[in-house]
């Protein structure tokens, strides 16, 4: 089945049980506190907390995702992408858990014929919050899940909040067995890879007061009006319907997968290790195009550092899949593969092709120049460990690349051991977090009328922005290029 098709199927059937469709928002936020919309109710939010009233009671959308937070998993699991979309239903006071339930096990398990996904149910496992009984006499008597296949999880993954004073409550998740050949027997909790989680409803029934942490806050009492909020990934779902191992062997992002094995004259499934970079591109390719087709710029900070960010790794990774040629480039071709296959779900990529290109094909010259000149002062300071007969390249030297260069210590660490050395990684660690503190030193200096800021504020910035995550609370930005 199509992921159009799959998009049409979870549109019809809310649509037909009173939810009206509402169409995706644009991936960069409304809300203030957010980087980048990070999950389908991301919109909805001020219908949830009570500062806008909905103008219906029931909601249904396909919304684009972007995670950050997931790029570092992007490749090596068969199920993380950075740009993803969630299908969601919603309910603003209206219906609760009882049937919430029962549509989203009644549409997975109805049978294709009759405009359901036809998932077999011996292959579907169910979790609820660990207190949760009124959720699982429902999952066994209206939606008749036996027992063995439910399980209880805790506040980590079964509990949702804002993570600030507002709406909370117990989530349910439906997951999906991959088979034996993919892990532990035992249901989601023995294995995650095995029992890949698929749909998220969250019961947003009580009240949270203040607290410090993800998990510790005290309840304050039932909500007067009930809510539901729910999350299906697009792309597990549309692999498990595909029959194919992982979301980036999906019709979609497949496509850009196998256009960039073709021009690096890799094939993919030769290796592990070219099998994740191929993988790194075509997921990175497809987040860079639909970023910058909603505006997103390459820049040092936030929004645009992302974006830049993610296309260096595709820049990169395409140099480790081909040989380290630089001036080949490739984003042109895989940035209208990947037009070509977004295309259809969203038209406004073909009306801005031209201004995607543009944006896309620029940043990557000018990260080859910085390779280029990068790759200058690495020579220099290779050449100078090994005159002084050291095989152990400088932390301070990486910490230079990157701080000038914007090497990542990856490339820094595959270019050094490439000419036979290791790098100081502990030294380097140490520099990043001396700068990291000066930065939050100067950017309090700032907040107080203080001194230059300059770089720091930039650094900081472009990593410690705090981000509203839908389901999970928060995530930060730790990490730089
Ligand atoms: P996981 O535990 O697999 O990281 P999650 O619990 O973080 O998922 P939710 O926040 O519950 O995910 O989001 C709802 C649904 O969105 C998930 O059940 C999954 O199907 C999908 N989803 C979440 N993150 C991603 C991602 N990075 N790539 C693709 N789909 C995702
Ligand atoms: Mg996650
Ligand atoms: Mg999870
Ligand atoms: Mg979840």
Redesign the pocket.
Known sequence: METAEIVRRFLTYFENNGHTVVPSASLVAEDPTLLLV???MVPFKPYFTGQRTAPYDRAVSVQK?V?T??ID??GK?S????????L?NFSFGDYFKERAIPFAWDLMTRPRDEGGFGLPVDRLWVTVYLDDDEAETIWRERAGVPAERIQRMGME?NY?SMGVPGPCGP?S??FWDRGPEFGAEGGPLAD?DRY?????L?FMQYERGPGETKTDYEILGELPKKNID????????AAILQGVDN?YETDTLGRVLHRAAELTGIRYGDAERSDVSLRVVADHMRTATMLVSDGVRPGNEKRGYVLRRILRRSVRNLRLLAGATEDQTYLHELTATTIDALGDIYPELRDNADEIHNVIDTEEKNFAETLRSGTALFTRAAEKTKTAGSTVFSGADAFQLHDTFGFPIDLTLEMASEEGLSVDEGTFQELMREQREAAKRDAKAKKFGGADIGVYTRLLEGAGATDF????DHESESRVL
């Open positions: 990070n999950a389908g995702c995670r937070i997931d998993e992007v699991t199920r993380h992408a950075s740009f993803f979309q969630m969601g993954e949702w989530c998740e439906i995650e890949v989680e698929l749909w998220n969250v729910t999350g299906l990934g697009l792309e597990r779902l979301i995550l839908g389901y999970t």
